[in-house]
């Protein structure tokens, strides 16, 4: 089991509850219709061929990544600045929320805690996100993958991430925090597991019942 983090905020010391970090993109939120329509219309303005299909199954790494995928080297800063501008006007609207995710986010507060998003999506879009869906998260952090992670969930004293893909799990561990998957991404329970997850949840409806026994043990 990993290292954990302090209960209790660094930044907030008298806060009871504990601060857990989500991950954004099929974990908080099923972003798969808004990227995949942002990713047309990118092919469309650019006349480059993308299958955008494909590229939903494998969300989680950085923008660049998959960019890589589509354009030579010298392009991909180009392109990825054209991809955030696009993204608020086809992403938004089509993307929807995961099940149970205000209810997680609820349960959390509920508890006494905090509720930290970080992400390897554009900070901006994210938080666009967050807001047009009316997730109520504490933080937000944008722009970080895998053990990239870990410095924010540090710094916010996170003792639990909660996140679909294996880079999650690698933040988590990084920030010796708990880390709790939950297979509604591109990576299925036993990629997870084997990748080091401490808890496996079916999504994340189970949440809340799993967060108040891991706060009645630690009480």
């Known amino acids: 089991m990993a290292l954990m983090a302090a209960l209790t905020d660094p930044q907030n010391p008298a806060a009871p509850g504990p601060v857990v970090g989500f991950?954004?993109?099929?974990?908080?939120?099923?972003?798969?219709?808004?990227?995949?329509?942002?990713?047309?219309?990118?092919?469309?303005?650019?006349?480059?061929?993308i299958d955008a299909d494909l590229v939903v199954t494998r969300l989680g790494p950085p923008l660049t990544d998959e960019m890589a995928n589509w354009f030579p080297a010298e392009r991909i800063p180009a392109m990825t600045d054209l991809y955030r501008e696009m993204y608020p006007t086809y992403a938004i609207e089509p993307t929807l929320p995961m099940p149970g995710v205000h209810e997680t986010i609820d349960a959390v507060?509920?508890?006494?805690?905090?509720?930290?998003v970080v992400t390897a999506k554009y900070?901006?879009?994210?938080?666009?996100?967050?807001?047009?869906?009316?997730?109520?998260?504490?933080?937000?952090?944008?722009?970080?993958?895998?053990?990239?992670?870990?410095?924010?969930?540090?710094?916010?004293g996170a003792?639990?991430?909660?996140g679909d893909h294996i880079g999650d799990v690698r933040g988590a561990r990084t920030a010796?925090?708990?880390?709790?998957?939950?297979?509604?991404?591109?990576?299925?329970?036993?990629?997870?597991?084997?990748?080091?997850?401490?808890?496996?949840?079916?999504?994340?409806?189970?949440?809340?019942?799993?967060?108040?026994?891991?706060?009645?043990?630690?009480?």
């Open 159 to 162: 003792s639990v991430y909660v």
């Open 123 to 156: 900070e901006p879009n994210a938080k666009l996100h967050l807001s047009h869906l009316g997730i109520d998260a504490d933080a937000v952090v944008g722009d970080l993958w895998a053990e990239g992670k870990g410095e924010a969930l540090r710094e916010h």
């Open 176 to 219: 010796r925090a708990l880390s709790v998957a939950v297979p509604t991404g591109p990576c299925d329970a036993d990629e997870l597991r084997a990748a080091g997850a401490d808890v496996i949840l079916t999504d994340l409806t189970a949440f809340p019942e799993w967060l108040a026994g891991y706060v009645a043990e630690r009480a």
């Open 109 to 116: 507060h509920a508890a006494g805690g905090r509720a930290i």
């Open 23 to 49: 991950d954004l993109d099929m974990t908080l939120i099923d972003s798969r219709p808004g990227i995949r329509a942002t990713w047309v219309a990118l092919a469309e303005r650019t006349g480059t061929y």
